[in-house]
Each structure stands twice: as C-alpha cells, then as structure tokens.
C-alpha cells in the first residue's frame, strides 16, 4: 500500500514539474518581431507577422491569441516556435512570402495607418503588445519595407520586403539616399547610389501604342548617378526585361524618359508594373498600375500616384484631372490611399490553418480533463484531488479484503 501511494505522489509531482516547466512563459520570450503591415509589392493584401522565440526551449503555442482590440485581426494560434527561432504568420494563403512556408495562415487585415497588436498565451497572459494608434513607427507603404523590431524600439527594413523567418536587418540605411559620391566609378560590386525612382509613364497613349509609350525616372540625389546595367522589367503579359547602356548617367535631380522602341517593354492597359533594379538584382522601386485611361499619363504625387491628362516627359508633373476618367480608375495605389481611412479589404475564405502542428499527448489529456484551462496550480490541484481518491479507493478495497479475510 505504501508502494502504490508513493508511485502516486511521484507521479503527480513529476506531472506538476514538467506542466509548469511548459507553459511558463515569460514577458520577452516571445515577441513580435517583424510586420509586413503594408504588404508586398506583389499585392498591398499580402500582409505577414512574425514572431521570435528568445529562449533556448521550444514553446508550445497552442491556445495562444494574437488580436487587435476590435477583432481584426485576431489569429488564433497553433503549434511549437522552436527555440531562439521563428514563427511566420501569412494572411489569405501561403504565397503571401515567395519560396518559405508559413506556420499559420490567417484572415484579417491589418491598418494600414497603426493598428494594436496584442500576443496572449494559453493561460490569457499578455506576453506581448505593440501599441500605435495613430501611426506606425515604421516601415514604408512605397517601397514595401518592413517594420522591424531593434534593440531600440523599431526600424525600418533595409531589404524590400523584409527578413521573414531570418534575422532582422541592419535597419533601413537613409545616408545612402543623399549620399555625395567622390569614388571615381560609383557603381561597383559594394556600392551601388538609391534614390532613383520611377516618375511617370504612360501606357495608353492616343492611336496605336506601339512607339508612344514611354517611362520616366527621377534622380532625387544631388550627385550625378551612373544607371550602367541598372535593368527595367515589366511585370504582366510578355516580360522584358531591359538593361540600360554603359555610360547612361542621370544629372542630379534630372530626367530620364525611355520609350518602347528602345526598351522594347509593352505596357499594357489593363494591368501591369514595373520594376527597376540594380545590376546584382536588388529591387530599388516599383510600380503597379490597372486600367490605363486613354492617353493619360501616371505620375507619382509624393507617397501616391495620380493619372493626369497633362504629359510631362522630361520636366515635373502636373497632375491635371479629367474627373470622368478617374470616376473609372481602378488602380491599386488609389485603393491604398483610401485604406487609411477603413481596414484594408480581405476576400479571403479561407480559415486559420496552422501547417506546422505538433500535438503532445500529455496536453491532450489535461485538456480532454480540464478543458481549456492550462493554469499550472488549477492542475496541480486537480491532479492531488485525483490521487488522494485513488488513495482512499485502495484502502477500502483493501479493508474490505482484510475483512472478508478474517470471517
């Protein structure tokens, strides 16, 4: 008798110390880390999250909630982060982030303005908290950088598109923009100069396209900037990609307008974007674009862009508006500027799906027991309840043994 009760107390401290072991997580264990909250420069709805596991365990997620204070979006999460790793969190479906697999696809948008964010774990313990209501404190909606988390607070991404499931960047490096170059031959396999950007375009000029089209840049530094083997790629259709000739050098705040018959890019009216580059592939701007009025021309307009019926090759914009036109467009960039204002729209039917799940069958016991509630002391109680009973069963059938024994 005293060998069954002594196995019994063994086993519900052992419970007790693996239990607690788990589900203790505390404040900076696990953070959010990275926000893709202006999308890609596939689609402003390809928004990601990123957490990062801080300690050397894995930890296991289940019953864990990220949510914003209206409900949108509020993710419900699965599976295990592993230690001093990364957890990826996909809106809509799993080609949100090209070639790397999400942990768990979820459904809501997020502001495109601030939003906050609150990470809970099983037990509704606030981990974690991001708190922007009026703004976001980076990242870039134009070139699609990501906000990332920085022994100082938050930064800007250095890469478009961010570092998911990698270690954060070095922040966004905002020297370079206006740097003055005095290294004889600027570009070079180390240092290439931003801040060249597309301008204006125009896809859908009056008679036949071919020959009229055309497409601007801008050199928004005050050094001259070498565009050798710089390359332009249109997105949608038949892709070109063009590069431009040695020795083509744009003056500081100048103009360069490329047409069709050389670049040999066909932009096309309905949808399309395009993408420049430098020469070892890194993407310094973008545009997308849908439904091309009828020889009006697309004109960036500080962060946004804005059709206009005034053609400006070569010299500043002026946006002139022919308002029956623009009642028609459709353009993303015009759906992004009015984001602000309402949640970003999500069409997605899909529901959260975790892809990387791990079940463990302790866990599942106490739950089908307990239900939901995972706090450590309730289970140790529930567990001392459940050996005392077995205690007190064992010594009646025993005394009723004995007795039967005796007569």
């Given at each position: 008798?005293?060998?069954?009760?002594?196995?019994?107390?063994?086993?519900t401290?052992?419970?007790?110390?693996?239990?607690?072991?788990?589900?203790?997580?505390?404040?900076s264990?696990?953070?959010?880390?990275?926000?893709?909250?202006?999308?890609?420069?596939?689609?402003?709805?390809?928004?990601?999250?990123?957490?990062?596991?801080?300690?050397?365990?894995?930890?296991?997620?289940?019953?864990?909630t990220?949510?914003?204070?209206?409900?949108?979006?509020?993710?419900?999460?699965t599976?295990?982060?592993s230690?001093?790793?990364?957890?990826?969190?996909?809106?809509?479906?799993?080609?949100?982030v090209?070639?790397?697999t999400?942990?768990?696809?979820?459904?809501?948008?997020?502001g495109?303005?601030?939003?906050?964010?609150?990470?809970?774990?099983?037990?509704?313990?606030?981990?974690?908290?991001?708190?922007?209501?009026?703004?976001?404190?980076?990242?870039?909606?134009?070139?699609?950088?990501?906000?990332?988390?920085?022994?100082?607070?938050?930064?800007?991404?250095?890469?478009?598109?961010?570092?998911?499931?990698?270690?954060?960047?070095?922040?966004?490096?905002?020297?370079?923009?206006?740097?003055?170059?005095?290294?004889?031959?600027?570009?070079?396999?180390?240092?290439?100069?931003?801040?060249?950007?597309?301008?204006?375009?125009?896809?859908?000029?009056?008679?036949?396209?071919?020959?009229?089209?055309?497409?601007?840049?801008?050199?928004t530094?005050?050094?001259?900037?070498?565009?050798?083997?710089?390359?332009?790629?249109?997105?949608?259709?038949?892709?070109?990609?063009?590069?431009?000739?040695?020795?083509?050098?744009?003056?500081?705040?100048?103009?360069?307008?490329?047409?069709?018959?050389?670049?040999?890019?066909?932009?096309?009216?309905?949808?399309?974007?395009?993408?420049?580059?430098?020469?070892?592939?890194?993407?310094?701007?973008?545009?997308?674009y849908?439904?091309a009025?009828?020889n009006?021309?697309?004109?960036?307009?500080?962060?946004?862009?804005?059709?206009?019926?005034?053609?400006?090759?070569?010299?500043?914009?002026?946006?002139?508006?022919?308002?029956?036109v623009?009642?028609?467009?459709?353009?993303?960039?015009?759906?992004?500027?009015?984001?602000?204002?309402?949640?970003?729209?999500?069409?997605?039917?899909?529901?959260?799906?975790?892809?990387?799940?791990?079940?463990?069958?302790?866990?599942?016991?106490?739950?089908?027991?307990?239900?939901?509630?995972?706090?450590?002391?309730?289970?140790?109680?529930?567990?001392?309840?459940?050996t005392?009973?077995?205690?007190?069963?064992?010594?009646?059938?025993?005394?009723?043994?004995?007795?039967?024994?005796?007569t």
């Amino acid at each position: 008798m005293k060998k069954i009760l002594f196995l019994f107390l063994i086993i519900t401290f052992l419970f007790f110390a693996y239990f607690a072991k788990a589900q203790t997580v505390k404040q900076s264990d696990i953070v959010i880390n990275e926000i893709a909250w202006m999308g890609t420069i596939v689609s402003f709805n390809n928004e990601w999250i990123e957490l990062k596991n801080n300690v050397d365990q894995n930890i296991n997620l289940d019953g864990w909630t990220l949510r914003a204070p209206d409900g949108v979006p509020e993710v419900k999460l699965t599976g295990i982060i592993s230690a001093n790793s990364f957890y990826l969190m996909e809106r809509t479906d799993d080609d949100t982030v090209l070639n790397i697999t999400a942990d768990l696809i979820y459904k809501g948008a997020l502001g495109n303005k601030s939003e906050d964010l609150w990470l809970y774990d099983n037990n509704n313990n606030l981990i974690d908290e991001i708190n922007y209501i009026e703004e976001w404190p980076a990242g870039d909606n134009t070139t699609k950088q990501t906000m990332e988390k920085s022994s100082t607070g938050w930064q800007t991404s250095k890469d478009i598109g961010g570092t998911p499931r990698t270690q954060n960047s070095a922040g966004i490096i905002t020297d370079i923009i206006n740097l003055t170059s005095n290294i004889q031959n600027p570009i070079s396999d180390i240092d290439y100069l931003a801040g060249v950007i597309f301008n204006e375009i125009l896809p859908s000029p009056d008679g036949t396209d071919d020959g009229k089209e055309w497409i601007e840049l801008y050199n928004t530094n005050n050094s001259e900037v070498d565009l050798s083997g710089w390359t332009i790629k249109d997105k949608e259709g038949s892709v070109t990609n063009y590069s431009l000739p040695q020795n083509t050098k744009m003056p500081a705040y100048g103009y360069l307008t490329l047409k069709r018959p050389d670049t040999k890019i066909t932009l096309n009216n309905t949808i399309d974007g395009l993408i420049l580059s430098w020469p070892d592939g890194k993407v310094i701007d973008f545009i997308n674009y849908e439904n091309a009025p009828s020889n009006q021309s697309y004109n960036k307009t500080g962060a946004n862009w804005q059709w206009s019926a005034s053609l400006t090759p070569g010299v500043k914009n002026i946006v002139v508006q022919n308002n029956a036109v623009q009642k028609g467009t459709n353009s993303s960039q015009a759906r992004e500027k009015d984001l602000p204002k309402i949640k970003k729209s999500d069409n997605s039917k899909e529901v959260n799906v975790g892809l990387a799940t791990i079940n463990q069958p302790i866990n599942q016991e106490v739950r089908q027991l307990v239900g939901k509630n995972t706090n450590p002391w309730f289970l140790f109680i529930v567990a001392l309840l459940i050996t005392i009973a077995s205690v007190i069963t064992v010594l009646f059938i025993k005394f009723k043994l004995s007795k039967y024994v005796r007569t």
